[in-house]
Structures are given as C-alpha cells and as structure tokens.
C-alpha cells in the first residue's frame, strides 16, 4: 500500500512534518527550522599546526540535520591562553540554504581546552543565543610534556618555524617551585631515546632569573637518574648535575664558562657526556658521567625556578633529537682566531653570500655543514674578500668555519 501526504503537527508552534511514503517500506522525513547546532572534529591537534577541519552543523529540533534560510556567522572561542591562537576563519558563515560550515584550529600552548562556537547573526530563530562547544587536546606529538614535581605547575608553548623534518622551532617553557638535592622541580619537554643518541638545544633566553637547560633522565619522577646542564646563559656560571641512583641526592659539578648558549648531550650505554658551546658547531667537553640507565629514556629540554615564589620562563630556539652519536661534531679544544674578524652578508641569504676579513691576506678554507654535521660545501681563498654561491644550498640553517692560520673562526648562516 502507498500513502501520501500524511501530515504530523508537533503541537508546537504549528510546526508540520509531511511524510510521503514513497514504498511500503521507505519514506523522507523533511527536517523543521534550525533549531541547534554542534561542532564535530578532531579531538587532538598538534600545538602551533593548523587542525583538519571541525564542522558546525545545524539541526531541527528532532535532532535531524537541517539549514538556515539566511546567511549565519558564527563567532569562536577557546579558553586556551596560548600566545598564538588562529580560528581561519574567524568567523564561520553559514550559506543560506547550506547546513554547515567548517574552521581549523591553531594553539601553541599545550594541554586540554574547550572550542566555543555561538551563533551571532543570521534570520532562524531557533538559534538566537545558541552556543556549542568541543573539547580538544593540544599535544606536542612527537614531543611530550611533564611537570617531574606538581608544585612546577609548568606551561609548554611550542612555535613551529615552518622547517621541514627535524622541525627545530621554538619552545617556551615555564617552572615554579624550588629544586632539592633529591627532588627536581622541573618543566620538560622531551622526546623517547634508545641506548644511544644525542640531545643539542641553543637556549635562547631565560627570565626571571630561572635556569634554562637539557638533560636525560628515566623518567618524569622527581628522583629519577638524570644527567643534565643548565645555564642562567648571561652567568658565566653553568652547573653539570648527574643522580647515579633513583632518590640519590643529585651531585653536581659547577664550572665558568663564557658565551654558553649550545647545550649537548650524548648518551652510548651508561656513559654520558656533556657539552658546551658558543656557536652550535665547535664544542667543549664538560664532563662525562657514568650513570646506569634503562634502555629507553627521556631527553629533553627544560626550565627550573630559583626561587619557590618565582616563575622562570625559558625559550630554546633550536632543539634537536638523534638517535646516533654525531661524533664528527666534537671539535674539542679548537683554537680560536684572536683579532680576526669574519663579517658575513646579506644574511639570511638567497643565492651569493660575501665573506670579508679585513687586513687578512693568508689562506683561508671555509666548510659549511648543516646543523646535523653534514659538510654542504668547502672552498678555498686569499686575502680580505671573497664570494660564496648558495643558489644551489636548500633553505635552511647552516654553519660556516673559517680555518686560516691554525685559527678557527664560525658563523651561522640562514639560507632563504
């Protein structure tokens, strides 16, 4: 049997739903005016990326999808206080006619927020101070992030600079809380490492007096064994520190050091040596302590308070994580050019880059390597002046070492 225009009044409003069966077995039900909406999406994005697209989606009151009969803007919110967060766009419009519009999401901060989306203009007035929200995580995939005390009470920003594969980026970290001998109250950022590996970060800046540095440990437990280096970097005074048992007191080893900015660790084993430098390419061995460690650890960055009343905020401006040993970048006890001065310009850098070195008349090699230790040109020339060509160097950061007369001087160099 086929029946038609059958009529069903909800009893509200005089709102009417016409059923037609169009089979025995099948039939359209026409959805009523919009009356709600909710957002879908993912439930994670990676902190400082764009997320794939969330949904706004009208329905009737019956919970079927529907549309607007006029053009509808929608504002949106997050109660994230990150210091970059982008809604493209930052108004959704709804077509009239359509039943959905959609948005990404961007967020530097990591941790767990609320996506709010309210209706603000448009003619259906089942909407009118309609809100819905979305709970979304903010991670630092393929980093992670601890507080290795509560009493940290840390934040974690993360700023990607658009490198490609490793992203270097920016980091900014915060710490309260004061550190003992047997309890670390540290904010850290950090990355699982095998039984070898290598961890190098330049710290950028610290505030607050606080101290900035990297370091390896077992686990985010406050006792846990750990070798690290941490600089307050405009003291030329840095502390080595290594706890060679779980709740052992930390023992530590302070030394004076000028210009520390480059951080190094590598791990082969149970052995761990530590590094300083100026410049990220040449650098000075501190230490090597011995500590017995599981196969899989944490090596990371982090931010440590001076004070229990105080919050250090720290910023790392390159941050690096590699399996392998990268020994071709120890250039221990480099002697460094006295008097020479090396100028290098325009950079950052396209396809030429001049190198002058005034009164200079010897010979001069000249190496550029990526930050990862691979050599991307060498040349040689004489006296104050000379050209090198970039044109074919993929963009990136790069460091130059000049060699003349027993001396070494480095730069860094970007390449657009």
Known sequence: MTASGLVLNDGNNGNNYSI??????TGEILPGPAHHFSI?????????????????QVYDRYENATTVTSATT??????????????NPASPVMSNGSG????TYRDSKVGNYTITAARTSGNDEGLVGKSATHSIEVTLIPWNACNTSASADGETEYFPDGSTAPVYGEFELSATGLST??????????????NKGTIIAHAADIENGGWIGIEMRESCASNAKTVLIKSHIYNPNVIIGYRSSTGKSMSSVSQVTQLTSWLKIQ??????TIYSSNNGSSWQKRYTATVSMSTNILAGIFTESVRSDRTSIAQFDHVEISSSIKSAEILDDEPIASGQQVDIYPNPADELVNVVMPDNEA?????????QGNVILTT???????????????PGVYVLRFETKGNVITKRLVIM
Do not use: C, W
């Not at 037609?20 to 077995?25: A, C, G, I, M």
């Not at 879908?40 to 706004?56: C, M, Q, W």
């Open 363 to 371: 010979k001069v090699k000249v190496t550029m390597t990526s930050m």
């Open 267 to 272: 791990r082969n084993g149970s052995q761990f």
């Open 74 to 87: 929608f504002s949106l919110s997050t109660n994230s206080t990150g210091t970059i967060i982008i809604f």
């Open 181 to 194: 001998a047997q309890n670390d109250v540290h904010n850290f950022a950090y990355q699982t490492l095998g």
């Open 20 to 25: 037609h069966y169009l089979t025995n077995t």
């Open 380 to 394: 040689i020339f004489y006296g104050s002046e000379a050209q090198l060509n970039t044109s074919h160097i993929n």
């Open 40 to 56: 879908s999406g993912p439930d994670e994005v990676v902190a400082g990326s764009a997320s794939s697209n969330f949904t706004i």
């Open 100 to 103: 959905n519009t959609t948005f």
